[in-house]
């Protein structure tokens, strides 16, 4: 049987109830799962020998801005034996969102959901050492949620005055 | 002047400026140093803020600051459309600039369900291995610029200003190019480019002959790189490291063999791998690409086809200028396309190709808009970067310089 | 071939001191590159055996600002580094001069977004613009002329009774 249809057996047969949704566009495998089934199921997928999806490639989120559940984290996941990269993704509905981190899983998500962190406010519990990535430490908002404007706002970004 | 008035008018660190007269060599030998290694240095790569702390001139820990370039490339792509994009990820890996956006252009591609012609992918393969060539040669020179050996730098910059002419001739411009288009490129290459190409290349490789014998005789730069900055194979997995510096310790994974994208699955070349995983062995990667490259160079130079360089696809592609302005469905599909965008369907996809400097991924997700909804740009340095923290460790502040250097981060595309 | 070539009897010349110093001044202006992304790379290739930025002087490109009389900010300024910038060019001592590279520093050039200067007269005071994304390297050395030339028609008396930024207070 060729690999998604293996992972798709592995994976249902211990995770079937947690799994909200599964997706095939332009052949990328995709699972939606419940939010707070993530670390384990990250677990699963690592350790499996017949998975081993050992490197995490990408933390990010997305913010649809008028569906009840605002945020939506997505995780790609890479197996070497395989060769097969894997879609995760988990959906956020309370507010201020927050979701458990993976980095005790996969050490390479540290920096990725530090951005996620300051580009949208998703605050991932168990994370060792959650700080802004790119704005300064000081500032306020969290820039790619839809309701920041492009252009900013401004004063919140403070400027040397040109003394002449 | 602000600062500094604010600096001696503030009484607690008044106090402490003043009180703080008797520093004694207790202080240096029981307590620790930390240090700014600030965002303007000459041999960070970049606008790189790194925090050091040392004991005495070891490093025992290090933390890097990004930020300090950070444009807001992913805010900006979603208000504006897929075309409007191309230009700004030329300024994303800023050495070597073709290959973003072939990587980009094949993202969209792959959403939309485009398929280019056969010659406008050679033309994409010939570009992006000469930017891999024209990247390998800044990472280079650069790295032993900091190292110490200054020649290094002119040498491979006029190696670097070759390529550029030739980018002159095909795209119009030294180097931000924007070169590609959603369903092919801009515009075909004429023969006189593929006999620079082929000249060039018999000037490249005894210019690289010469280079080595400059370098690796010579005692203190194999002395400054062996043996430093050693990234053992599971931690470059599990930190994320890609690129060179994923295959210089060890792991044989390159985009182009694993999901061969464009027509690498017809040309045959190596893949060159290090198991020391030193600074030493990830220089040499960066020299046995540029010999790969070349290999590969001249093979797309004897296969590739005639045809056309834009795919034929009316509502999603531009038609040719010289259309729009003679004919009526030309320049009304054009219209459409430039102010209502193309429309992929609702759906997201991840594509990647290798880069020079590792695997640069595009996530996009579309709402069937002209516009993306969301798009995510995995840069390659940014996971090198992480890996900073974990090789530093124990090194002497001079070792810290070599390895920044043989990570080779940009920080266009660690800051996006 | 210089002076020496046009001398027809014994050296003596007049001139004002005025000339002597603005001619050393600018004949031999030291640029500190401030490189922060894409315009960057174009700078060291308006250094490179190419188009050699050597022969009008700037031989040493310093990266100190302490030892510099040219600042030239190529790349985008964001207001994260900005304060980074203005403190630099405060620790240059006077006379000198900036150069605003490119797009980006002119105006802020394609990025209209939230983090980006639009422009680094905001802060800084700039004597020649460049044009270009990024401006090509005979477009840089056209900007250096310029400078030169600038600095050609200054008189030696209008850089005195200026103290360094820093030393303001202290001497106070």
């Known amino acids: 049987m060729n690999t998604k249809e293996l992972i798709i057996e592995k994976v249902k047969e211990k995770f079937g109830e947690s799994i909200e949704e599964i997706s095939d566009f332009r052949d990328d495998l995709c699972f939606t799962i419940k939010r707070d089934q993530i670390v384990t199921f990250g677990k699963f997928l690592k350790e499996d020998p017949d998975l081993q999806f050992i490197m995490c490639k990408d933390v990010t989120a997305i913010d649809w801005a008028t569906r009840k559940n605002r945020f939506t984290t997505v995780y790609h996941i890479y197996s070497f034996k395989l060769n097969y990269t894997l879609r995760l993704k988990s959906n956020i509905d309370d507010d201020p969102p927050t979701i458990e981190s993976v980095s005790p899983v996969w050490p390479s998500a540290n920096w990725y959901e530090r951005e996620t962190w300051d580009m949208y406010g998703i605050k991932f519990i168990n994370h060792p050492d959650l700080r802004r990535m790119y704005m300064p430490e000081g500032f306020e908002h969290h820039p790619l949620r839809k309701d920041f404007p492009v252009l900013g706002i401004p004063g919140s970004l403070p400027l040397p005055r040109k003394a002449d | 002047m602000d600062r500094i008035s604010q600096i001696y008018n503030d009484e607690k660190l008044l106090k402490k400026l003043h009180d703080d007269r008797d520093i004694t060599i207790e202080d240096v030998l029981e307590n620790e140093m930390v240090i700014n290694m600030g965002p303007q240095h000459p041999a960070t790569h970049g606008v790189l803020r790194l925090v050091l702390r040392l004991d005495g001139e070891t490093v025992t820990g290090i933390v890097p600051e990004l930020g300090y370039l950070h444009r807001g490339y992913e805010k900006m792509a979603e208000n504006m459309s897929y075309i409007e994009f191309i230009p700004h990820t030329d300024r994303l890996d800023y050495t070597g600039t073709m290959c973003n956006n072939v990587g980009y252009v094949l993202a969209v591609e792959k959403l939309a369900g485009i398929e280019a012609p056969k010659r406008a992918q050679y033309i994409r393969m010939i570009v992006s291995e000469l930017s891999r060539i024209a990247a390998h040669m800044v ?223 595009f996530y996009i997700v579309s709402n069937g808009s002209g516009q993306p909804w969301k798009l995510k740009i995995h840069s390659p340095s940014f996971c090198n970067l992480q890996a900073l923290s974990q090789l530093c460790k124990g090194a002497m502040v001079s070792d810290v310089i070599a390895i920044i250097g043989s990570l080779d981060p940009v920080m266009g595309e660690a800051d996006k | 071939m ?171």
């Open chain 2, 139 to 361: 990472a280079i020179g650069t790295y032993a610029m900091d190292v110490g050996a200054v020649t290094m730098v002119m040498w491979t910059f006029r190696e670097r200003e070759k390529i550029n002419s030739i980018f002159d001739r095909i795209a119009g411009a030294r180097f931000t190019t924007s070169y590609t288009r959603i369903g092919g490129v801009a515009s075909d290459i004429d023969d006189q480019s593929i006999s620079e190409i082929a000249k060039f290349l018999s000037e490249l490789e005894p210019a690289l002959v010469e280079m080595d014998k400059l370098l690796l005789s010579n005692r203190i730069f194999i002395d400054r790189l062996e043996g430093i900055g050693i990234l053992p194979k599971e931690d470059a997995i599990a930190l994320g490291v890609t690129g060179p510096n994923l295959r210089a310790s060890g792991v044989e994974y390159d985009v182009r063999r694993a999901k061969p994208y464009l027509f690498y699955n017809e040309i045959d070349f190596k893949i060159p791998t290090f198991t020391q995983g030193d600074c030493l062995a990830r220089y040499f990667q960066r020299g046995d690409e540029v010999r790969e490259s070349i290999k590969i160079l001249r093979q797309c130079l004897d296969k590739i086809p005639n045809g056309e360089v834009i795919a034929n696809s009316p509502k999603k592609v531009l038609p040719h200028k010289t259309e729009i302005y003679s004919k009526m469905e030309e320049l009304i599909h054009d219209f459409m396309i430039i102010n209502f965008g193309i429309n992929p369907p609702v759906g997201d996809t991840f594509f990647s190709v290798e880069n020079p400097k590792g695997e640069l991924g």
């Open chain 3, 2 to 172: 210089g002076l020496e070539a046009v001398l027809q009897k014994d050296g003596f010349f007049t001139t004002t001191i005025d000339a002597i110093v603005a001619w050393s001044r600018r004949s031999s202006v030291w640029p500190m590159p401030m490189g922060i992304s894409c315009c960057a790379i174009e700078m060291i290739a308006a250094a490179d055996p190419k188009y050699d930025i050597a022969r009008f002087g700037s031989e040493v490109m310093r990266f100190s600002p302490r030892q510099s009389d040219l600042m030239i900010v190529a790349g985008t300024v964001t207001y994260k580094m900005a304060q980074v910038v203005r403190r630099i060019y405060d620790q240059m001592p006077e006379p000198k001069w900036v150069i605003a590279m490119g797009a980006c520093t002119s105006s802020g050039g394609m990025y209209r977004s939230y983090s980006v200067v639009q422009g680094i007269d905001q802060f800084l005071p700039v004597d020649v613009y460049t044009a270009g994304c990024p401006p090509r390297p005979e477009n840089l050395l056209n900007a250096l002329m310029t400078i030169q030339e600038k600095i050609g028609k200054t008189k030696a008396r209008d850089f005195q009774n200026r103290s360094l930024a820093e030393l303001e207070h202290s001497q106070n």
